[in-house]
């Protein structure tokens, strides 16, 4: 295996920081067992106190870029995930926001906390039943009656599936929600959601297709993920992009040729769980 790489400190969220030893949640000390990932927005750890059990804790960016203060970003990503935690609170499949994080009894802005869900981030590899696809359509759908939008389903190791085989989405990072005042309700508001929410119907299909590959033929599988508009629109660009952004980390030494994230030690624990399995 070639060896791994660590980012330089511009591009981790905590600079030379690592995540805290310890952290207090609901008047609760819980220790660190595992981290998670840690990349240029957040990083992500696993917590346990012996009583009280497991939370995931994530810190979100306060290192400055080249002397630009980034702290103020941190602390807005947090609100924003922690909003969308409480707005779904009652919807199963969804971890339940755990209040304030601090350490050494100081408050961390920039770190939210929510409950742990206990399984596997899912993968290509992975080959679901009927029943998981049905109470993954559920949960979409329990977010867009709620006017959310995912935005993020493409990327499988945001659905997490427990020990009874049921999915969990756990990053709402990049979501997209209408609000009930202006602008966040308005004409544009309500045709971005409709667009995103398309976009995560599309991407359940898209995952359902490479499970169940042998209920299509050719024709019926192309008409069945069809990409709308938007999304074809979308990778015009976001391929580039991405080709562009994969070159650029090799070049700076944050990758090694392949580009992709398996290559560094703070991969996310999804790109972990493949580079053992390989």
């Known amino acids: 295996m070639a060896s791994l790489r660590k980012r330089p400190t511009v591009f981790r969220a905590l600079g030379r920081q690592s995540l805290p030893d310890r952290i207090e949640v609901g008047g609760q000390s819980y220790a660190l067992i595992e981290e998670f990932k840690h990349d240029s927005w957040a990083a992500t750890g696993l917590y346990e106190n012996d009583q009280h059990g497991k939370v995931i804790s994530k810190f979100n960016r306060k290192q400055p870029v080249f002397g630009v203060p980034m702290s103020w970003l941190g602390r807005w990503l947090a609100h924003r995930e922690n909003w969308f935690l409480e707005r779904l609170d009652e919807v199963d ?44 359509w559920r949960l979409v759908h329990a977010l867009h009656e709620r006017s959310i939008a995912y935005v993020d389903l493409h990327k499988r190791e945001n659905i997490i599936i427990d020990h009874s085989g049921s999915p969990h989405l756990v990053d709402f990072q990049v979501a997209f929600a209408l609000t009930k005042s202006w602008p966040g309700n308005g004409w544009l508001a309500r045709r971005i959601f409709q667009v995103l929410a398309d976009m995560d119907c599309y991407h359940v299909r898209k995952h359902y297709a490479v499970c169940h590959s042998d209920d299509f033929s050719d024709e019926e599988r192309e008409a069945y993920i069809a990409r709308p508009g938007f999304v074809r629109f979308h990778r015009r660009f976001a391929e580039p992009l991405r080709q562009f952004r994969r070159r650029l980390l090799t070049l700076l030494r944050i990758r090694d040729k392949s580009g992709l994230p398996s290559s560094e030690i703070d991969a996310e624990a999804a790109f972990r769980v493949n580079r053992k399995e390989d």
């Open 93 to 136: 499949g969804i971890p339940k926001s755990l209040g304030p994080v601090s350490v050494d009894g100081k408050r961390q802005w920039n770190a939210i906390a929510r409950s742990f869900v206990d399984g596997r981030p899912f993968t290509r590899r992975d080959r679901e039943g009927y029943a998981f696809y049905d109470e993954l």
